[in-house]
């Protein structure tokens, strides 16, 4: 049963950056996609970021493009979400979750389509003007 834990939230001013990790465990096979989701308090939750288990392509909303980075470390089975330039309205509760999306060509992604085999407990990133 694959088993996911992140850490790394926490309060933080505008513009000021924070780096979530996710410690994959528990898979027997690599899982097809990884990523991060986010809920804001009220709303509704929102793929944010993907990373293909194969080739290590990369996915991000507009939102985040730019200033996100999605990246992973093998040897710790590790996913890293980098989050630079942050803003008010990144608040959220921020989870890790594995599964499988569709693609498209120039980076096109649908997160709302996700087929998640498993999440995280979330991790609270609250930004402050």
């Known amino acids: 049963q694959v088993q996911l834990v992140e850490s790394g939230g926490g309060s933080v001013k505008t513009g000021e950056s924070l780096r979530l990790s996710c410690v994959v465990s528990?898979?027997?096979?690599?899982?097809?996609?990884i990523g991060w989701f986010r809920q804001a308090l009220g709303g509704k939750r929102e793929g944010i970021a993907s990373m293909t288990g194969s080739d290590g392509s990369t996915y991000y909303v507009d939102s985040v493009k730019g200033r996100f980075t999605i990246s992973r470390d093998k040897a710790k089975n590790t996913v890293y979400l980098q989050m630079n330039n942050l803003k008010p309205e990144d608040t959220a509760v921020y989870y890790c979750t594995t599964g499988a999306h569709p693609v498209g060509a120039y980076g096109r992604w649908w997160p709302e389509h996700w087929q998640h085999t498993a999440w995280g407990q979330g991790t609270q990133v609250t930004v402050s003007s």
């Open positions: 528990g898979f027997t096979k690599e899982p097809r996609s």
